[in-house]
């Protein structure tokens, strides 16, 4: 799975096929380096909301929105089968749906270049994220979820 705005190189496909290959269920990037932004309230959400994932929704795992990871065809089959989301967050509905179901998930540190011409609207991606993350844990809370 791969953002179409071009920011990674298709190279790295090789690389996640080869972790898949090595016994991981998922391969998700974690962008190195600085995730410079071009505006600087874009900056401010992407580091508040790494922390808020890295230390509280999805331990460990801080850079949820790197556009590019890799699946196993069977973990694909039942993550995808399985979400409800399909806005800006949906991959991390995948990423908690993965955890509970205990899939092996592995890193794989990539270099990213941000592309102009983004379709993010701040305010109202935000809310939108905010609100799909409140329906995935009520999801987990209630039972609805794994």
């Known amino acids: 799975m791969c953002s179409s705005d071009l920011a990674y190189e298709p ?3 090789d690389r996640f096929v080869a972790q898949l290959q ?9 962008r190195t380096g600085a995730t410079e932004y071009a505006s600087r ?3 401010w959400v ?6 808020l994932f890295e ?7 801080g850079d949820t929105q790197a556009g590019l990871k890799a699946f196993t065809q069977a973990a694909a089959k039942d993550l995808f089968s399985r979400q409800v989301i399909n806005g800006l967050i949906f991959d991390v509905e995948i990423l908690i749906l993965a955890r509970q179901r205990r899939y092996r998930i592995t890193k794989a540190f ?13 305010g109202r991606d935000s809310a939108r994220a905010i609100l799909d993350l409140i329906r995935v844990f009520w999801r987990i809370g209630t039972g609805q979820c794994g």
Not at 22 to 30: F, K, R
Not at 55 to 61: A, D, H, L, M, Y
């Open 110 to 122: 990539v270099d990213w270049k941000d592309r102009p011409g983004s379709t993010i609207r701040l």
């Open 41 to 43: 309230g874009r900056r």
């Open 11 to 13: 190279a790295l496909f």
């Open 22 to 30: 090595a016994g991981a269920d998922i391969v998700i990037a974690q």
């Open 46 to 51: 992407a580091k508040t909301s790494r922390s």
């Open 55 to 61: 230390n509280f929704i999805t331990p460990g795992i």
